[in-house]
């Protein structure tokens, strides 16, 4: 099994990324830690919470970060709602985060596991404090499965992506740590769209079906066509990354102007000399993830 960690701020997508995570018997979720972004940081932990318990499933939870490093906060309740959960009514029953903060909870977790994937799916924040705080944490980490950035345009400004763009200080201190990233952008998120039929199935499988299509019915990302359910590419990666295209490329971070949270990536490979510390995703099968989707959830009870 694939041992992860997941960094989150659920977050209807984040929230089906934890559905996947917490299931698939290929993946062992040690622990969930929360970053301030799509709302604020009391609710993403809470909102980690309710998906454990909705699983009936006990993974540590660690609260985190309240603000980015330098950049003020901005949530993205316009698009999660002002739960970050809507639709769904999880009841008041869902458990504490553990005693220990996001940052001690990461740093010792990775020291007791080997070869231990980060996978955030939040903005950075976290991942940055963890590594000024304890650097020895680095040579631990197998690698970062991250979604966030892009290479053709953004979702929040026209060159930057929400998570980036949320604290894109914290993403530069992230790509510049020299563990291997890979690079799960808008590049393959907003290709693999769960299609309106997909979402109609998901209604009509189960409880877990029915609980995925409540918070989806409720997201106001995507159009009719279909909805990016971008942080569940994390964990298809992981497990399929025979679906997805990437490309081994140097990725920096802008963290000023009007570009502010664009990633820029040396598609030339030039200037490097040829180093790269990312392996960016730039094409995804679509259909492979709606099936792949489809097919997680029916397992569920
Ligand atoms: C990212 O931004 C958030 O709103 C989503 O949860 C996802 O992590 C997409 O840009
Ligand atoms: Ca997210």
Redesign the pocket.
């Known amino acids: 099994t694939t041992k992860i960690i997941m960094d989150t ?1 659920p ?1 209807i ?2 929230a089906a990324a934890l559905t996947m995570a917490i299931n698939d018997p290929a993946i062992d979720l040690k622990l969930v830690t929360a970053v301030a ?2 709302v604020t940081v009391d609710k993403t932990t809470a909102n980690a919470l309710k998906i454990i318990h909705f699983f009936s499933k006990d993974i540590p939870v660690a609260a985190g970060a309240e603000q980015p490093l330098i950049k003020p906060f901005e949530d ?1 309740a316009r ?2 709602g002002e739960s970050g959960m809507p639709g769904y009514d999880f009841g008041n029953d869902y458990g504490k985060p553990i005693d220990k903060t996001a940052v001690e909870a990461l740093h010792d977790t990775i020291m007791a596991e080997d070869e231990v994937i980060l996978v955030p ?2 903005s950075y924040t976290n991942i940055a404090l963890l590594f000024s705080e304890y650097p020895e944490v680095k040579s631990h980490i197998k690698k970062i499965v991250a ?1 966030g950035g892009s290479v053709s345009g953004g ?1 929040m400004t026209s060159a930057a ?3 980036v763009f949320t604290d894109p200080d914290a993403a530069r201190i992230m790509y510049n740590s020299g563990i291997p990233i890979v690079m799960v952008g ?1 590049d393959v998120t907003l290709k693999a769209l769960l299609t309106k039929d997909t979402i109609e199935k998901l209604g009509q499988m189960n409880k877990t079906g029915e609980m995925l299509h409540a918070l989806i019915t409720h997201y106001n990302d995507g159009s009719d066509e279909g909805r990016p359910m ?2 569940v590419n994390t964990i298809f990666y992981l497990l399929h990354p025979e679906a997805f295209t990437t490309k081994k490329m140097w990725v920096d971070v802008q963290t000023a102007g009007p570009a502010i949270g664009a990633t820029v990536a040396d598609i030339r490979g030039a200037y490097h000399d040829g180093k790269t510390n990312a392996d960016v995703c730039l094409d995804i099968d679509a259909n492979y993830f709606n099936q792949w989707f489809l097919d997680e959830v029916s397992k569920m009870n």
Do not use: C, V, Y
């Open positions: 701020d977050g997508d984040d972004g799509n993205a698009i999660h799916t939040g979604m979702n992506e929400f998570n808008l971008h942080d």
